[in-house]
């Protein structure tokens, strides 16, 4: 893996952050509201037809200079990461695609997840049937993996992650997710699904270890849909 991939997949990575941060913004507004358009502090329209689809990387309105959406840079920070790791891990062709179609929107989904703690539909959907689409484009190509597994393990960890909504309190949002997860790990083996979904429990189970030690785990709603994302990616790129 030379430097020069590595150091493209990080320009890729952060231009694909710079390209969602409007959609973070425009997203991370609580329930019942879908999305917002505007400044939340002097109102301008940010964003819309007459408008360009595109927010300063500062995290600041134009307007009135008051802070919007993700701190500066962090969007495009998160993406320059997640796209380097991929690089890095090596997988290739339409695998390596689907990867990073989940990185992606992956990205997104994380930023607005730790703010008003929700995954969208028009981001966890898209992700679950782009990530079925390469992957099936990959079984065609003939790539190492099996396209039936795939979505059989959609298919048994969404149901997992359904029971979990109904019984531990788990969201629909990570319910809606667990299909891109289980598809790309189902892609490699069983065992890749199991490890994929126990790493993101992990991550997540630190986590609020952390947050109680902080004295903030009782009052603070934990965002789990980062953890799923990290889990998954991470055990998929190592195994790729």
Request: charge should be positive; include cysteine; charged fraction near 10%.
């Amino acid at each position: 893996m030379s430097l020069l991939s590595v150091a493209a997949s990080c320009l890729i990575g952060a231009i694909v952050g710079a390209a969602v941060r409007p959609l973070v913004f425009a997203r991370s507004v609580p329930t019942p509201a879908r999305s917002r358009r505007g400044c939340p502090n002097c109102t301008s329209e940010l964003l819309g037809p007459r408008r360009l689809p595109a927010l300063p990387p500062s995290g600041r309105c134009p307007a009135c200079g008051e802070r919007i959406g993700p701190a500066a840079g962090s969007v495009e920070l998160l993406g320059a990461v997640a796209f380097a790791v991929i690089t890095v891990g090596g997988a290739s062709g339409w695998v390596a695609a689907a990867q990073y179609w989940l990185a992606a929107c992956g990205i997104a989904l994380t930023m607005i997840d730790l703010a008003v703690r929700r995954l969208p539909d028009v981001l966890t959907l898209p992700a679950a049937a782009g990530t079925l689409l390469l992957l099936a484009g990959a079984a065609v190509a003939g790539e190492p993996g099996g396209i039936g597994r795939a979505v059989a393990a959609a298919a048994l960890v969404t149901a997992v992650f359904l029971l979990l909504s109904l019984f531990a309190g788990m969201g629909l949002g990570d319910v809606k997710l667990a299909p891109a997860i289980g598809a790309l790990l189902g892609w490699s083996s069983w065992q890749t699904v199991l490890w994929g979904t126990a790493a993101g429990f992990a991550v997540g189970a630190v986590s609020a270890v952390g947050l109680l030690l902080a004295g903030r785990g009782r009052r603070e709603q934990v965002a789990y849909g980062p953890f799923m994302l990290v889990g998954a990616l991470g055990v998929s790129v190592l195994i790729s």
